[in-house]
């Protein structure tokens, strides 16, 4: 129903910035909250930030100061402006949208963006 392309990821050094961006497209409704995860190798997935549709944001603890979630509701898209980035931050960095049709709700994945922090 939804299709996610995320951008932004890379290579950056601790203390360094980054901004990660999220396009939404295809079949839906309406977007009931965007966000984004990440996985770093050998861990669970793990919530990093969440917009609702109402502009509500909530962090994860590691990540808050750090870090701020924002979205272009006109344009269905998510972005993650990430700064004072730390090593622990490495990890694999997926888009997420909860969207729905009708009497619907799904939950959708884009394909992670890979976030290298150098130490």
């Known amino acids: 129903q939804v299709q996610l392309v995320e951008s932004g990821g890379g290579l950056v050094q601790a203390g360094g910035s980054l901004r990660l961006s999220c396009a939404a497209s295809g079949s839906f409704e309406s977007i009931t909250a965007m966000g984004w995860y990440r996985q770093a190798p050998g861990k669970e997935r793990e919530l990093v930030a969440r917009i609702t549709s109402g502009a509500n944001t909530n962090y994860a603890d590691s990540v808050k100061g750090r870090f701020t979630i924002s979205r272009d509701t006109a344009k269905n898209m998510v972005y993650l402006e990430m700064s004072s980035l730390k090593p622990e931050d490495t990890a694999v960095y997926y888009c997420?949208?909860?969207?729905?049709?009708?009497?619907?709700?799904?939950?959708?994945w884009g394909q992670g963006t890979q976030v290298t922090v150098s130490s």
């Open positions: 997420n949208v909860v969207s729905s049709s009708g009497p619907y709700t799904y939950r959708s």
